[in-house]
């Protein structure tokens, strides 16, 4: 509260910046995402602003020029006057993971299976932020909390590219840390995975011939 009353309705942190984004009336145009940081090519004081915006159909996508435009002279009235701000397009990584998952013998495992897609829309139902990492450890934590699950054995993430998916060529192995646990995308980039519904965005479901142990694909 007192940094907010000092900052008399000036956009000082980056929170701040932010914040003033999604302010923006929607007259003026609509930031699904933005992300902050001290542009590395500037002067001290110079900040870059990556944006992106959602479609229709809630898929990301680029930022139209006009509103970038509009964004530019929103943020003109309440940023600090040292602070210059250019703001670019924040780049779409989408990607997709497969996971090998046990099943309980006495459950139904089509049900299982059903429940660990639910759960896992739900998990990737919030777009993430410019620059926020996955932990894939998550995506085990939230297989092995579904009833009916054993084990989650295994899983692989892999960045998606051609057709529908962004152009970002980018493979994970650049992306993870080094045990493997984290899918780190650069400041300026976003991480989208764009279809939830796995069986009918092209997903499949492969059976292994233990009986139990399935292999899934969600893109």
Same mark, same amino acid.
């Given at each position: 509260?007192? @940094?907010?009353?000092? @900052?008399?309705? !000036?956009?000082?942190?980056?929170? $701040?910046?932010?914040?003033?984004?999604?302010?923006?009336?929607?007259?003026?145009?609509?930031?699904? !995402? @933005?992300n902050i940081v001290n542009d590395p090519s500037g002067t001290n004081r110079r900040l870059a602003l990556y944006v992106i915006s959602q479609d229709a159909d809630g898929n990301l996508e680029q930022t139209k020029d006009v509103v970038k435009e509009n964004l530019k002279v929103w943020l003109l009235k309440n940023k600090m006057i040292n602070d210059g701000i250019d703001v670019y397009d924040a780049k779409i990584i989408n990607f997709g993971f497969d996971?090998?998952?046990?099943? $309980?013998? /006495?459950? %139904?495992?089509?049900?299982?299976?059903?429940?660990?897609?639910? !759960?896992?829309?739900?998990?990737?139902?919030?777009?993430?932020?410019?620059?926020?990492?996955?932990?894939?450890?998550?995506?085990?934590?939230?297989? /092995?909390?579904?009833?009916?699950?054993? $084990?989650?054995?295994?899983? %692989?993430?892999?960045?998606?590219?051609?057709?529908?998916?962004? %152009?970002? %060529?980018?493979?994970?192995?650049?992306?993870?840390?080094?045990?493997?646990?984290i899918v780190q995308p650069p400041k300026n980039c976003i991480l989208e995975i764009k279809y939830l519904d796995s069986i009918e965005a092209g997903g499949k479901y492969g059976f292994s011939s233990g009986g139990g142990v399935f292999l899934i694909t969600m893109d």
């Open positions: 509260a007192y @940094a907010h009353y000092a @900052a008399q309705n !000036r956009a000082v942190t980056r929170n $701040d910046y932010e914040s003033y984004c999604y302010k923006m009336p929607p007259s003026l145009g609509s930031i699904k !995402r @933005a996971y090998e998952v046990v099943t $309980d013998p /006495n459950q %139904n495992s089509f049900s299982v299976l059903a429940d660990v897609d639910e !759960r896992l829309r739900k998990h990737f139902d919030q777009k993430l932020h410019v620059g926020e990492p996955i932990y894939i450890n998550s995506i085990y934590n939230v297989i /092995n909390k579904t009833i009916g699950v054993i $084990d989650c054995v295994k899983v %692989n993430v892999e960045t998606k590219t051609g057709a529908t998916y962004s %152009n970002v %060529n980018i493979p994970v192995e650049f992306l993870l840390n080094d045990k493997g646990t």
